[in-house]
């Protein structure tokens, strides 16, 4: 990514357009279309607003994208992820059902409209790094285990139960009893319905097919009356333009949470572009991303719409249908503004089971427990041996998101995984593995002892490499595990720096202390193969203070240098030795290369 400025190009996916891509687009369209409706539908209801909210913030999240985005293929619509979101944020702040959570739902998507547009003009595109993919996977399940459990009470017919997951789980459970036989009949056919129209005839809109066998089913067999629950009244026509009817301190209390909302949807639907623009030989920018996601929430909150992103799974139909570029997504913003003119009155006899088979539908596949056993897995002897507990940190982190969902609903969970992450990070860079070497069959290797134990060290010599950058936070531990490691026999130490990408003051003053006090127990500290920034900090340090260390081209050359020190007769307590960069430091030919 460059780092100048560039003025986004409108409509950058039709530059340059062919119209013998126009019959795969308009045909992706068509079938985009399909899946987004019912799936649109099934959203808005975990965001807890009228279905119909769902497709009056796909139109304008489709053309603003297509005019702001950088991919040619991403769909960005409502989803299920960012829709829990806003229900849990909204649900805090008013009454589930009522107007004003109704608007609140809106201005949340015109806050982070607003914030993503301020973050795309600012460059700010890396703001997804602090999403780590064991983060986001670890998230993305809790979501989904708290959706579909909040789903489960449609498909048996009972209430829904309040608070976190295991409070609606023990609900449900308790509820069995009051089961509505027809609605789980319904309910159960239509999920298994859509799962096996999904595994074994992909190609179908399965979504679709359900949703129109469910509203078959109602008017045929009068199921409304056998006390199945159906979606009912849903407004025909176009929305409302304009802000939601909300006051100017709810925007000001959304601002905090709309900056989690957007760091989910941007990391999602940043995935899925990438994802998408590698098969097809493209470039997607970050910060374009970030543009085209502000303007569809932007656009789909003054549209009376809810907070939109980027959706891999629709992403993944609209480029497997054949997509060329973003008029695949006009032509379902033009199909859904059909269907919010003609076909409303259609989807109002829509069971509210299969509602929710279809929303169960599209999560389950995202309760992805080979991918959390994988993480576990990532794990060595070695690795457990150096950092204990830690050594699984990607899987804890993606534990502690899952958890954090689950237990404390879904913005705390988020935070909860990124800052384990952290900590996680900050504890395993705090305590690098130290390893001692010893040389190996090619004269020109040292290798790690614990790794090649056939291998044998020099009792007098003792050689270790810090594989990590040299700062504040592991600078004792570096000093104290050179101390444990001395014996008797130890006559010098050297450090192979070439695994220390960096290195802070601290760190350095830690170098100079250490090899002071080691020269008054007889013993020479030596660096070796210093980087450019770890030499050029050294460098500072040292000129900055009486004290000098010792730095060495290479493992080889300190060791010949500690060697000849030791031989030298006027080698006492105290003595220092020659700064860097003299002929006694191992630099005579000048200062070592990088």
């Known amino acids: 990514m460059s780092g100048r400025p560039r003025t986004p190009v409108l409509f950058g996916s039709l530059r340059g357009y062919h119209l013998g891509w126009l019959r795969a687009d308009l045909v992706a369209g068509v079938t985009v279309w399909a899946v ?18 769902g497709l009056y913030a796909a139109v304008p999240a489709l053309v603003l994208y297509a005019v702001l985005g950088s991919s040619r293929h991403l769909v960005v619509a409502s989803m299920s992820a960012t829709a829990a979101l806003s229900a849990g944020i909204v649900g805090d702040l008013a009454e589930g059902g009522s107007d004003r959570y109704v608007a609140l739902t809106t201005a949340l998507a015109v806050v982070t409209g607003l914030v993503g547009i301020g973050a795309g003009l600012a460059r700010m595109g890396f703001l997804a790094a602090f999403i780590s993919e064991p983060v986001l996977k670890g998230f993305i399940v809790g979501l989904a285990l708290t959706i579909m459990v909040g789903q489960l009470p449609k498909l048996f017919g009972v209430p829904k139960g309040e608070g976190d997951f295991f409070r609606q789980l023990g609900s449900l459970v308790g509820d069995l009893g009051d089961t509505v036989v027809p609605t789980l009949l319904v309910g159960v056919a239509s999920l298994l319905l859509v799962l096996l129209l999904r595994r074994w005839l992909p190609l179908v809109p399965g979504s679709l097919v359900v949703v129109l066998l469910g509203i078959a089913a109602v008017a045929l067999l009068d199921l409304d009356e056998e006390g199945v629950a159906i979606v009912g009244p849903i407004d025909a026509g176009l929305p409302r333009l304009g802000l939601p009817h909300a006051q100017a301190g709810d925007y000001l209390t959304l601002v905090g949470a709309s900056v989690g909302v957007l760091l989910i949807g941007y990391a999602e639907g940043l995935g899925a572009a990438k994802t998408y623009a590698a098969r097809a030989g493209y470039d997607v920018d970050p910060n374009r991303e970030l543009l085209g996601l502000g303007a569809a929430n932007l656009g789909s909150g003054l549209a009376s719409g809810m907070v939109v992103n980027g959706s891999l799974s629709k992403t993944a139909v609209n480029g497997g249908a054949g997509a060329r570029t973003q008029l695949s997504g006009l032509t379902v913003a033009a199909l859904t503004v059909v269907t919010l003119l003609f076909l409303t009155g259609l989807f109002e006899q829509l069971p509210e089971a299969t509602l929710a088979a279809v929303v169960i539908a599209a999560v389950v596949e995202l309760v992805d427990v080979p991918a959390l056993r994988r993480l576990y897995r990532v794990w060595t002897p070695q690795l457990g041996g150096i950092y204990g507990w830690a050594a699984r940190a990607d899987f804890l982190a993606a534990l502690a998101a899952l958890l954090g969902v689950l237990v404390f609903d879904t913005l705390p969970g988020l935070f909860i995984g990124i800052a384990v992450s952290l900590v996680l990070l900050l504890y395993r860079a705090s305590r690098p593995h130290i390893a001692r070497l010893a040389r190996g069959s090619d004269p020109d290797t040292w290798l790690d002892l614990d790794r090649h134990p056939d291998l044998s060290a020099d009792p007098a010599i003792l050689v270790l490499r810090v594989e990590s950058g040299l700062f504040f936070a592991n600078a004792d531990h570096v000093r104290d595990h050179v101390r444990s490691r001395l014996t008797d026999d130890t006559r010098a130490v050297v450090l192979d720096a070439q695994t220390a990408p960096f290195i802070d003051v601290t760190a350095a003053g830690m170098l100079t202390q250490l090899a002071h006090d080691l020269a ?36 080889d050359a300190a060791v010949r240098a500690t060697r000849a020190h030791q031989d030298e007769p006027t080698s006492a307590p105290g003595h220092r030795a020659p700064p860097a960069g003299s002929p006694g430091a191992g630099e005579t030919a000048g200062r070592p290369e990088d």
């Open 520 to 555: 008054r127990a007889h013993v020479t500290l030596a660096i070796a193969h210093p980087l450019g920034q770890t030499r050029d900090v050294l460098r500072r340090a040292a000129s900055s203070t009486a004290a000098t260390l010792s730095v060495h081209p290479d493992v």
């Open 36 to 53: 987004l409706v019912p799936e649109s539908l099934a959203y808005a209801t975990i965001a807890g607003v009228p279905p119909v909210v």
